[in-house]
């Protein structure tokens, strides 16, 4: 019976995901990326003989991923063509979030991996973006699963976990060439696992088997990096690493210019040491905060509870803890930076949810007792709470802020919360606007691409762009941008004045506007 329950919870779970996966526009990149894999699938399919199309970036990507799935999404009709490629998306997302389940039951237990899981599953920041981001949900499903294939090969030294490494390794630096560099602690406790826990040269076989596999492991990554790498393909040798230097140490990575932190805005050579804690205090939902504190108070309280429970905590704990607290260290001291919330540290927030797991399953453990039950109940009802407004924000939850920020009619002012343009669809395909009707919008905030793409879809063909002076009507999300003098930052809400002839909003906040422009 209880198999059956979390069986029906599962598919109640995918349903609910596939209708926002479904229900939300196409963000700002998802065209760009599509194009990426496209020409790849093109000089590959040629044999090197057609000259590849130009497009952003291109030189810097070894689209693997966009490729493989540009081949999928053609074999269904154009009209579907966003749908498809969101589930597709969807798929590599809960499959990351299984990832996590099978990780916390190998280190811990069966209980925690499902509760990781659900807690994983209903993080705002990543459930938001698992339909429609084709980069940093898919950069966290090879991280965790690059983390769970290590552990096997450490516990059996069987070769094929360390061949999916390799393939895994190959897609996530095809999407984001710091890849590697966020792989950094799981390289070094592979090391301490296999150079000193395990006495490595005390089996000179077992070294000998090692050394293979690691070969074999490199050679899969670099070759499928490279395949799909077609601007590398003059020198296989060469290229990898001097574009991988040029995009180090230039300005292309660093994106979009400006951005707004809790209230302040920043240019993006001045933003905070503090950007990705405050994202995280402010957009995790409260619960989950919380249960930092009760985990605290947990390892006090009974500090050979997970000694018993689960073998090796201390040296797992470490682990997971190393996992949380890179990202910070190498953002405050490197030079490299993050913008639009959590997205680029979406690898990061699967192992942001086991420490909560492991409370919760404490607390389930530990419920007869009467400072538990009030610990347990005042989780159940933050929970509850963030459950509200976690739907009330369906299907754009990557815009969540939780109630530390305050009034929530204000919160356009405190963080961006629509940086994907998500809303677009829904703004343009509910707008009151007849279909033969002319006029003439201009953006900010949101590419022109997006706006132009929904408003074919919907039947809108007397329109033309133009800037915003000479616009009737301005179509926007509230990103940071200049002022009409451009001495200081403001957003877009706050820098057009006019009436709202149609606007999104979810739970009080504004997400996208079409404001007739006075």
């Avoid at 360390?162 to 897609?171: E, F, H, Q, S």
């Avoid at 090692?210 to 490279?226: A, E, G, N, P, R």
């Avoid at 050979?304 to 905590?313: D, G, S």
């Avoid at 453990?365 to 509200?388: Q, R």
């Amino acid at each position: 019976m209880l198999k059956s329950n979390k069986n029906i919870l599962f598919v109640i779970l995918i349903f609910f995901a596939l209708y926002c996966s479904i229900s939300i526009g196409f963000s700002w990149d998802e065209f760009t990326l599509s194009n990426q894999g496209k020409i790849a699938i093109k000089y590959l399919l040629s044999l090197g003989t057609i000259e590849p199309e130009d497009v952003f970036r291109r030189e810097f990507y070894s689209p693997i991923y966009y490729a493989l799935k540009y081949l999928i999404v053609q074999a269904f009709p154009i009209n579907f063509h966003i749908e498809v490629s969101h589930i597709i998306n969807l798929i590599f997302s809960i499959t990351a979030i299984i990832g996590l389940k099978k990780l916390c039951e190998n280190l811990f237990n069966k209980r925690v991996g499902n509760i990781a899981f659900l807690v994983l599953f209903f993080f705002p920041a990543f459930f938001g973006h698992m339909g429609f981001n084709s980069k940093d949900t898919i950069v966290a499903f090879c991280h965790i699963w690059i983390f769970y294939f290590t552990i096997k090969y450490i516990q059996t030294h069987t070769n094929k976990y360390l061949n999916a490494v390799g393939l895994l390794a190959a897609i996530g630096t095809g999407i984001n060439l710091f890849f590697l560099g966020s792989l950094i602690p799981l390289f070094i406790f592979f090391i301490i696992e296999i150079f000193f826990i395990k006495k490595f040269n005390k089996n000179k076989i077992l070294s000998k088997k090692i050394i293979k596999d690691l070969l074999i492991c490199f050679v899969i990554f670099y070759s499928i990096l490279i395949l799909f790498w077609i601007d590398t393909h003059e020198n296989i040798l060469v290229l990898p690493f001097s574009l991988f230097s040029e995009w180090a140490f230039s300005d292309l990575w660093r994106g979009y210019p400006y951005l707004l932190l809790n209230g302040e805005y920043f240019n993006y050579n001045e933003i905070p040491k503090s950007y990705l804690l405050i994202n995280i205090l402010m957009r995790s939902p409260e619960y989950l905060l919380f249960s930092y504190l009760i985990f605290l108070f947990s390892l006090i309280r009974s500090p050979n509870f997970f000694k018993i429970e689960i073998k090796l905590f201390n040296y797992k704990l470490i682990i997971i803890l190393s996992m949380l607290l890179y990202p910070f260290l190498l953002l405050y001291f490197t030079p490299f930076s993050i913008y639009d919330g959590l997205r680029h540290v979406l690898w990061m927030i699967p192992y942001f949810c086991i420490i909560p797991a492991l409370t919760i399953f404490y607390l389930w453990e530990k419920i007869k007792f009467k400072i538990i039950k009030f610990l347990s109940g005042f989780l159940i009802l933050s929970f509850t709470f963030f459950f509200f407004n976690f739907m009330m924000t369906t299907p754009y939850q990557y815009t969540y802020l939780n109630i530390f920020n305050g009034s929530k009619e204000n919160h356009f002012n405190k963080f961006e919360n629509d940086y994907w343009g998500g809303s677009i669809k829904e703004l343009i395909k509910e707008m009151n606007l007849s279909k033969n009707t002319e006029f003439t919008f201009a953006v900010c905030g949101v590419s022109k691409s997006v706006p132009k793409y929904y408003l074919k879809k919907f039947g809108y063909t007397n329109y033309s762009m133009g800037n915003s002076l000479n616009s009737e009507f301005i179509i926007m999300t509230n990103r940071t941008t200049t002022s009409d003098k451009g001495n200081e930052l403001t957003n877009c809400f706050n820098k057009f004045k006019g009436e709202n002839f149609f606007k999104v909003s979810r739970n009080g906040v504004d997400l996208s506007i079409i404001r007739k422009i006075n």
